[in-house]
């Protein structure tokens, strides 16, 4: 029993010695006498004790690392302090171990002076409006530096924005000033449209008005058009009437009886409108006259 538990304890110490488990997140840099020998993938593996050695342990999943806040200077030279996060990933262990001393520093260095320098070429508007542009420049960047590293920058993200307070004052006197200006701007509009509404409602009124005003002048026309035309109707329908009266036996002796008639009510107005006497030069003839009249009575009672 004893020497069952000697064996059993060497071959453990065995294995310890000669195998290597490599777990499945990580990736394993293994030197002989100094020198790379071979990366060792997630698994079992064998190595000679005291020739080789685990020299490097990289995580081969996708890691993220907050990159400190610090203060940049925008185009328009306001000072800003900006803080991001940056993902990337182990690719080559054998260049993450002899590429570089150590890589996770490299990157984090490396974005915050990236982007400083494409801060510097932005407006602070701009890397508010343009956040996604900014991370994608910055990516590309640091992605074509590191290619030696054996690491892959997959995206880095620009977490907080923060202006010094004298900036953040003067942006909120800015956007109120901007939207007192759009009110004005509102309000001149409607003012404006209202005066265009009103100058079109007087102008289509005066058009009904004369419109109206036009088509009363053609009634009253065609009225008197059509009175002036049932006047000289009546009136050639009695001057016929007339001359036909005139060509029937004692057409003639009345007409003149009738002429007589009107004569001596006319002069009867005028003579009791007028304040002198009025003696017209046919009283000469009065006699004549009645000797007239009284020559039709007989021939009408004949």
Same mark, same amino acid.
């Given at each position: 029993?004893?020497?069952?538990?000697?064996?059993?304890?060497?071959?453990?110490?065995?294995?310890?010695?000669?195998?290597?488990?490599?777990?499945?997140?990580?990736?394993?840099?293994?030197?002989?006498?100094?020198?790379?020998?071979?990366?060792?993938?997630?698994?079992?593996?064998?190595?000679?004790?005291?020739?080789?050695?685990?020299?490097?342990?990289?995580?081969?999943?996708?890691?993220?690392?907050?990159?400190?806040?610090?203060?940049?200077?925008?185009?328009?030279?306001?000072?800003?302090?900006?803080?991001?996060?940056?993902?990337?990933?182990?690719?080559?262990?054998?260049?993450?171990?002899?590429?570089?001393?150590?890589?996770?520093?490299?990157?984090?260095?490396?974005?915050?002076?990236?982007?400083?320098?494409?801060?510097?070429?932005?407006?602070?508007?701009?890397?508010?409006?343009?956040?996604?542009?900014?991370?994608?420049?910055?990516?590309?960047?640091?992605?074509?530096?590191?290619?030696?590293?054996?690491?892959?920058?997959?995206?880095?993200?620009?977490?907080?924005?923060?202006?010094?307070?004298?900036?953040?004052?003067?942006?909120?006197?800015?956007?109120?000033?901007?939207?007192?200006?759009?009110?004005?701007?509102?309000?001149?509009?409607?003012?404006?449209?209202?005066?265009?509404?009103?100058?079109?409602?007087?102008?289509?009124?005066? /058009?009904?008005?004369?419109?109206? $005003?036009?088509? %009363?002048?053609?009634? #009253?026309? !065609? =009225?008197?058009? &059509?009175?002036?035309?049932?006047?000289?109707?009546?009136?050639?329908?009695?001057?016929?009437?007339?001359?036909?009266?005139?060509?029937?036996?004692?057409?003639?002796?009345?007409?003149?009886?009738?002429?007589?008639?009107?004569?001596?009510?006319?002069?009867?107005?005028?003579?009791?409108?007028?304040? /002198?006497?009025?003696?017209?030069? $046919?009283?000469? %003839?009065?006699?004549? #006259?009645? !000797? =007239?009249?009284? &020559?039709?009575?007989?021939?009408?009672?004949?």
């Amino acid at each position: 029993m004893v020497l069952f538990t000697i064996l059993v304890l060497i071959a453990l110490f065995l294995f310890k010695v000669f195998f290597v488990v490599v777990p499945m997140r990580e990736s394993y840099v293994v030197e002989r006498l100094g020198k790379f020998r071979a990366v060792f993938d997630p698994g079992l593996h064998i190595i000679i004790p005291f020739f080789d050695r685990i020299a490097y342990r990289h995580e081969i999943r996708e890691q993220v690392y907050d990159i400190p806040a610090q203060h940049c200077i925008t185009k328009d030279n306001i000072q800003v302090e900006i803080d991001g996060l940056v993902y990337l990933k182990v690719m080559d262990p054998k260049l993450a171990s002899y590429g570089i001393g150590d890589y996770r520093n490299a990157a984090i260095n490396l974005a915050q002076t990236t982007m400083r320098s494409e801060v510097g070429k932005l407006s602070l508007g701009q890397i508010f409006s343009e956040r996604e542009t900014l991370n994608e420049t910055i990516v590309r960047e640091i992605d074509r530096a590191s290619e030696s590293w054996g690491i892959k920058m997959y995206r880095y993200e620009v977490a907080n924005i923060a202006p010094s307070a004298h900036v953040v004052t003067t942006l909120e006197k800015q956007m109120v000033a901007e939207r007192d200006r759009r009110a004005d701007i509102t309000l001149a509009t409607a003012q404006k449209e209202a005066k265009i509404n009103m100058s079109e409602g007087e102008r289509q009124e005066a /058009i009904n008005h004369s419109v109206g $005003e036009r088509q %009363r002048r053609i009634n #009253i026309a !065609e =009225g008197k058009a &059509q009175e002036i035309s049932l006047l000289a109707e009546a009136q050639a329908q009695g001057i016929a009437m007339v001359a036909e009266a005139i060509n029937k036996p004692g057409g003639n002796k009345a007409i003149k009886m009738r002429l007589v008639d009107q004569f001596v009510d006319e002069l009867g107005k005028i003579l009791d409108g007028s304040d /002198i006497s009025v003696l017209p030069s $046919e009283m000469a %003839r009065v006699k004549g #006259i009645f !000797e =007239g009249v009284d &020559q039709v009575s007989k021939t009408f009672k004949n």
